[in-house]
């Protein structure tokens, strides 16, 4: 690309960094980046710049930066065959910008953190970042998928995006290989489309394939009532309660076993609360749902060797197990083979967790000023953390076959397109309120962008008890029910009378249909939506 044919749009708006490219089949303009009027490189602690004699290719020491336009991405391919990379960064010089706000995503799950900001109080801006300015609006990304976890920082006068390869804390060692770090993609919203319509459209340019469900995944999940002092005779009973409130034969719901069935951090073997696993899933078959388990698959077992363990950092600094490292192969293998166990069983969905907290051993809310500690390293030090992710991700949907997966505490933009599902948002509760609205409807607010685009948002379940007020509840189940998303409920059987369960029926049957996409309508302005369109039909939600 030749700096001379960018064009320049008018006004103080991140849009003047586009360039128009070509008309696509649907009629939509496509658009590119333009060059960066920078590229600097981080292999220690003190970035230095790179030389350019055209913008698209980068040089500097012994590192080589090349931007390559491809079709309707621009892609960022790296050499650094002596010197190891923490991160690259690409500037773009802007003008002041006036009455914007921008949204950027999150590392992980979202932790009641989300919202449409002013410029001068964004940080970073993981994976993706958004101006909206009157009736503009401009997006910025990386596809799913990349080698690098990227974020973007918007400043008064420039932009920037900076791909972290570390491998653990430490710079990746690519040696002679050329590696393609991640692929930038832009849109702008065209006359008709509003902020939503704009991102939503955007998340489909940024993820290609997303896996799809045969219908709507709806259920139940004993966590937020029995935090882990669950039982095969409490699942039992759980699925008892609520099966008969299902009516949809085409499409029955899922009972989810949450954490608290294996024996300590085996998850191969049961404990004594779960003596027969084939038998209780016949059991919940029977009672007319569909079986789901939850498992931890990078947390050791008790007595594992250290050559199995991730070194240093990660294991030095945990009090709830070790963890294994996900660069060797015979580790791998043992994650695959619990998902071939949990088919065998007879599974038809399961919900791996904790692999964020255990590669980073920090929560995506931690990870404000730096992902994980420096000084450590995987074993194979010549992937980067991104690179290594994928690959787990990727051994567990080739292991999960035919059965759902759905992510939980997983890195968002590399769990896109790979797994059906994915938990959006930190956990709710069945104890308090303010919890639910922080993590439950800020995520699904900001999040529902992703909804189909990405995978399913899951936003996490209903606690019903007897400890949270039944007219939040209410509101919550039904924000879930007639948002397309799926809707999961956990309910403690003191809780459950005669008017919930009748509206649990009508969530029940609603949620197991195919609806339109829930919208927020004020989630420009509000960082706890309440004001939505389900349905096509304008519903207003008392959060408070």
């Known amino acids: ?160 995006l900076n791909l972290d390869i570390r491998n653990g804390g430490n710079g990746v060692q690519l040696g002679d290989r050329m590696l393609n770090a991640a692929e930038i993609v832009t849109a702008k919203n065209t006359d008709k489309e509003n902020a939503f319509a704009t991102v939503r459209r955007f998340c489909r340019q940024m993820c290609n394939a997303p896996q799809k469900v045969d219908m709507p995944v709806y259920g139940i999940n004993d966590w937020y009532f029995a935090y882990g002092n669950n ?151 010549s992937k980067t953390n991104a690179e290594i992710i994928l690959y787990l991700y990727r051994s567990i949907r080739d292991a999960a076959g035919d059965m759902y997966v759905i992510g939980c505490n997983t890195i968002s933009h590399l769990a896109a397109g790979l797994f059906e599902l994915n938990r959006i948002g930190d956990d709710t509760s069945g104890k308090e309120w303010s919890r639910t609205k922080k993590m439950g409807v800020n995520t699904m607010g900001f999040r529902m962008v992703q909804h189909k685009t990405f995978y399913e948002v899951d936003g996490d379940c209903v606690g019903l008890t007897t400890a949270i007020p039944w007219e939040k509840n209410k509101q919550w189940m039904q924000l879930l029910a007639q948002s397309s998303a799926p809707l999961f409920i956990s309910a403690q059987p003191d809780a459950v009378g005669a008017e919930q369960k009748e509206f649990i029926k009508q969530c029940f049957d609603v949620a197991s249909k195919p609806q339109p996409i829930g919208e927020p309508l004020d989630w420009l302005e509000n960082p706890f939506p309440s004001k939505w369109k389900l349905n096509n039909k304008v519903v207003e939600f008392n959060w408070d």
């Open 1 to 160: 690309m030749n700096r001379r044919h960018f064009i320049k749009l008018s006004g103080a708006s991140l849009s003047s960094l586009l360039l128009s490219n070509y008309v696509k089949a649907t009629g939509i303009g496509a658009t590119l980046i333009q060059m960066p009027d920078e590229v600097k490189v981080l292999p220690a602690d003190i970035y230095y710049s790179l030389q350019s004699p055209d913008k698209l290719t980068w040089n500097g020491r012994d590192i080589f930066i090349k931007l390559k336009n491809a079709k309707d991405a621009v892609s960022v391919l790296i050499h650094s065959p002596t010197i190891a990379l923490k991160e690259v960064q690409l500037v773009w010089k802007i003008p002041g910008l006036k009455n914007a706000n921008v949204l950027g995503d999150a590392w992980e799950r979202t932790y009641g953190d989300i919202s449409w900001q002013p410029v001068t109080v964004t940080k970073k801006l993981p994976w993706y970042c958004v101006e909206h300015n009157n009736d503009s609006t401009v997006c910025f990304g990386v596809k799913t998928g990349c080698a690098a976890i990227c974020y973007w920082r918007v400043a008064d006068d420039s932009l920037q």
């Open 231 to 381: 039982s095969a005779d409490l699942i039992l009973k759980h699925t008892s309660l609520l099966a008969p409130l299902a009516t949809n034969p085409s499409n029955k719901p899922f009972s989810v076993i949450d954490d608290g069935w294996s024996l300590g951090s085996d998850y191969t073997k049961t404990n004594d609360k779960f003596p027969d696993m084939l038998g209780l899933v016949d059991d919940i078959k029977d009672l007319g749902m569909r079986p789901g388990i939850w498992t931890r698959p990078l947390l050791a077992k008790p007595g594992e060797s250290k050559n199995v363990l991730a070194p240093g950092f990660l294991n030095d600094n945990k009090d709830d197990g070790a963890t294994l490292d996900p660069t060797i192969e015979e580790n791998i293998q043992r994650v695959k083979n619990l998902f071939t166990l949990y088919k065998q069983w007879g599974f038809e969905l399961v919900k791996h967790d904790y692999t964020t907290f255990d590669i980073y051993s920090k929560w995506g809310s931690e990870m404000t000023d730096k992902m994980t500690e420096p000084n450590w390293h995987f074993n194979d030090t």
